[in-house]
Nanobody, 120 residues
Framework: QVQLVESGGGLVQAGGSLRLSCATSGSTVRINDMGWYQQAPGKQREFIASISRGGTTKYADSLKGRFTISRDNAKDTVYLQMNSLKPEDTAIYYC??????????????WGQGIQVTVSS
C-alpha cells in the first residue's frame, strides 16, 4: 500500500525558513512527477511546485524565488525548501506522487498534509 508521509512543518517566525520532506513507501513502481500543494484556511488547495523524475521543475509564479523543490530518486523522497516565509504562507502543505502505470496512465497518491504556521 502506497503511503506518502510529510515531515518538517511547524511554527516559524516571518522571515524564517522550513524544509518539508515527503517520503514514500509501499511500492517499487517508478514515480514520475512529485510535487506540493498548499491549502490555506478557507481556501482551495493550490499548486506550489512540481518536479519530474529527471529534475525539471515548475513553480507557482507567486512563490517562485522563495520556494525550491528537489527530490532524491534513490529515496523516492521530495523536498520543499521554503525561505523568507510570510504569514500568508500559513497553510496545510500536501505532497503528491504520480506513479507510473502505463505510458498513458498514472496513479496519483497524496500525503495526509502537514501544518505550517508563520507568525508575524
Amino acid at each position: 500500500q502506497v503511503q506518502l508521509v510529510e515531515s518538517g512543518g511547524g511554527l516559524v517566525q516571518a522571515g524564517g525558513s522550513l524544509r518539508l520532506s515527503c517520503a514514500t513507501s509501499g511500492s517499487t513502481v517508478r514515480i514520475n512527477d512529485m510535487g506540493w500543494y498548499q491549502q490555506a484556511p478557507g481556501k482551495q488547495r493550490e499548486f506550489i511546485a512540481s518536479i519530474s523524475r529527471g529534475g525539471t521543475t515548475k513553480y507557482a509564479d507567486s512563490l517562485k524565488g522563495r520556494f525550491t523543490i528537489s527530490r532524491d530518486n534513490a529515496k523516492d523522497t521530495v523536498y520543499l525548501q521554503m525561505n523568507s516565509l510570510k504569514p500568508e504562507d500559513t497553510a496545510i502543505y500536501y505532497c503528491y506522487a504520480k506513479y507510473y502505470v502505463t505510458s498513458y496512465r498514472e496513479d496519483d497518491y497524496w500525503g495526509q498534509g502537514i501544518q505550517v504556521t508563520v507568525s508575524s
